[in-house]
Nanobody, 129 residues
Framework: QVQLVESGGGLVQAGDSLRLSCTTS????????MGWFRQGPGKEREFVAG????????AYADSVKGRFAISRDNAKDTLFLQMNSLKPEDTAVYYC??????????????????????WGQGTQVTVSS
């Protein structure tokens, strides 16, 4: 059974940085596309960033482009999200998620929640002004 566990969240001030990690077990991490999503208070869960199975492709929400960086270490089955210049509107529970190939066996990277098969339990990030 694939398990994802996030860590690294916390309470910071606006302008600070945080690095989130997501460790995985029970599956072939290097064959999954990985993503970070977040859900702020009273908001729907939204895509933040994604990375392809070998790390050659990345995608970001416009709201975090230039401030956040997603990366992965396939040797350690770990996903990262470096968050810089944090803003109060970045306050949310951050989730990592994974998805495999499509129905034709093709690798792809999705921004859609529906495409992700496996989810972590989330880590809280709170940014004070």
């Amino acid at each position: 059974q694939v398990q994802l566990v996030e860590s690294g969240g916390g309470l910071v001030q606006a302008g600070d940085s945080l690095r989130l990690s997501c460790t995985t077990s029970g599956g072939a991490f290097s064959t999954f596309a990985m993503g970070w999503f977040r859900q702020g208070p009273g908001k729907e869960r939204e895509f933040v960033a994604g990375i392809s199975w070998m790390g050659s492709k990345t995608a970001y929400a416009d709201s975090v482009k230039g401030r956040f960086a997603i990366s992965r270490d396939n040797a350690k089955d770990t996903l990262f999200l470096q968050m810089n210049s944090l803003k109060p509107e970045d306050t949310a529970v951050y989730y990592c998620a994974a998805h495999g190939v499509d129905s034709q066996g093709n690798y792809f990277l999705s921004r859609s929640l529906a495409a992700y098969e496996y989810w972590g339990q989330g880590t809280q990030v709170t940014v004070s002004s």
